[in-house]
């Protein structure tokens, strides 16, 4: 079974471009949450989708969005980069509303220069 | 201001030894918590998690132990093996959005 699958892995984009990345969930799960971390510290919330309908957003700015797509697939699309949004880029997913056990891909590193 | 909290930051344990993790958290509205073990180039994986009306769960090797008065829960480990050489990261959920603190480096030495 395929577990959750991001792409790209690795990215470098020039500040004030766009960058979308992609997630393709657990088949199955429902919900996809996605987390931006940076180094030396834990996974911050940026959003949560279950059923195409955003559940929860973290506090980030409005350059980041997302969406859901019918078949679950989900983009987190990121505008006007800066240096600061360099990071490892975290999808998960899960089934429904469990309230735990969420499956993470390994992530996008995400570079901006 | 962060909710979720791993005061050390890292963590040296003897093979065959227990390892301990502490984690304290702000919110008593945190309905579940979780612990993750994460691997370079990898995402974080699931290890064991602990509804807030419990007080302590159990799966092979791995205890968690949750003092709800306290705002503290805590991963045993026993025995710890070097396999087990990871970042572990508490994380806490609340509606639908689970809260990680910073992580705990353990390294286990042979």
């Known amino acids: 079974d395929a577990g959750v699958t991001q792409s790209p892995t690795h990215l470098i984009k020039t500040r004030g471009q766009h960058v979308t990345l992609r997630c393709s969930p657990i088949?199955?799960?429902?919900?996809v949450s996605w987390y931006q971390q940076v180094l030396g510290q834990g996974p911050q919330f940026i959003f949560q989708?279950?059923?195409?309908?955003?559940?929860g957003r973290g506090n980030f700015p409005d350059r980041f969005s997302a969406r859901q797509f019918p078949n679950y697939s989900s983009e987190l699309n990121v505008n006007a980069l800066l240096l600061g949004d360099s990071a490892l880029y975290l999808c998960a997913s899960r089934a429904g509303h469990t309230n735990y056990g969420y499956t993470f891909g390994s992530g996008t590193r995400l570079t901006v220069v | 201001d962060q909710q979720v909290k791993q005061n050390s930051p890292s963590l040296s344990v003897q093979e065959g030894r227990i390892s301990i993790l502490n984690c304290d958290y702000t919110?008593?509205?945190?309905?579940?918590f979780l612990w993750y073990k994460k691997y370079p180039a990898e995402g974080p994986t699931f290890l064991i998690s602990i509804s807030s009306i419990k007080d302590k769960n159990e799966d092979g090797r791995f205890t968690v132990f949750l003092n709800k008065s306290a705002k503290h829960l805590s991963l045993h480990i026993v025995p710890s093996q070097p396999g087990d050489s990871a970042v572990y990261f508490c994380a806490a959920t609340s509606y639908d959005k689970v809260i990680f603190g910073p992580g705990t480096s353990l390294s286990v030495i042979p």
């Open positions: 088949s199955g799960h429902k919900s």
């Open positions: 919110n008593s509205m945190f309905d579940y």
């Open positions: 989708y279950y059923e195409k309908e955003e559940r």
